[in-house]
């Protein structure tokens, strides 16, 4: 017993580490108006880690999204993603690392209409400078993945809601990220469609994708192998495990 409990804490020293937030806060407004909605944030997360990021609404999880995604920048504080410093990165070079080390998942689907599913997971590709025959290739590789190699030239209109949401996943894994990150993924979804979504993310950090997941529904956080819940404005429970959760809330 000794020895498993020593192997696992070794697995976990030298797993490296994709995210690793130092006292992140996030200040809007100023002077009288000045509203702090994260409070000295500290979290690790490893690679190939499950992970979903909890609380109510006005907890801050959110805004932390929004600076995991590299959309927004903390106000004070250190932001690590997958070793690079990227806090006071310039918007170019953001844009960059969100195109090649990132993969977003919204809870709407945010695909172009009068594209086909693959001309839809193509599009990151074309940013990233991927060659066009390559592009196809992994386009489809990717549609494949999550279970739509039979619907590629299909457009949105002719997709159900979840067929969509997969079309989607597939265009956030497509340029082979480091991180995907998922924000309020079913939220759009029937609890049918929900169960099939967060197989493909289960199926998906069990071939080594790290996923981040943001979601203020208990049953969905559950489905994950570790919970960070937030509120006020910081991370109360850091590493929740699913059977943990009811109490924390509770709590």
Request: aromatic share 4%; hydrophobic share 40%.
């Amino acid at each position: 017993m000794e020895n498993s409990a020593l192997h696992s804490l070794d697995q976990k020293l030298t797993t490296p580490v994709v995210i690793q937030l130092e006292d992140i806060t996030k200040t809007y407004g100023m002077a009288d108006t000045e509203v702090q909605v994260l409070k000295g944030v500290n979290l690790t997360i490893q690679e190939g880690e499950y992970c979903s990021i909890m609380g109510t609404s006005g907890s801050g999880k959110s805004t932390m999204m929004n600076i995991i995604g590299c959309l927004d920048r903390p106000t004070s504080g250190n932001y690590y993603l997958d070793q690079l410093e990227v806090a006071t990165l310039g918007d170019d070079e953001l844009a960059d690392i969100r195109n090649l080390k990132i993969g977003f998942v919204f809870q709407q689907f945010h695909l172009l209409p009068q594209l086909s599913a693959i001309e839809n997971v193509m599009l990151p590709m074309v940013y990233a400078g991927v060659t066009g025959k390559e592009r196809e290739e992994r386009a489809a590789e990717a549609l494949t993945k999550v279970g739509l190699g039979n619907r590629m030239a299909n457009r949105p209109n002719q997709l159900s809601g979840g067929q969509q949401q997969r079309v989607a996943i597939a265009r956030a894994i497509v340029n082979r990220p480091v991180l995907l990150l998922a924000d309020e993924p079913t939220g759009a979804l029937d609890s049918r469609t929900t169960e099939e979504v967060m197989q493909i993310f289960t199926d998906l950090n069990q071939s080594g994708i790290t996923v981040i997941l943001v979601t203020h529904e208990p049953d969905v956080a559950k489905l994950t192998n570790r919970i960070a819940y937030f509120k006020d404005g910081n991370v109360i429970h850091p590493y929740l495990s699913p059977d943990d959760l009811h109490q924390a809330i509770a709590t």
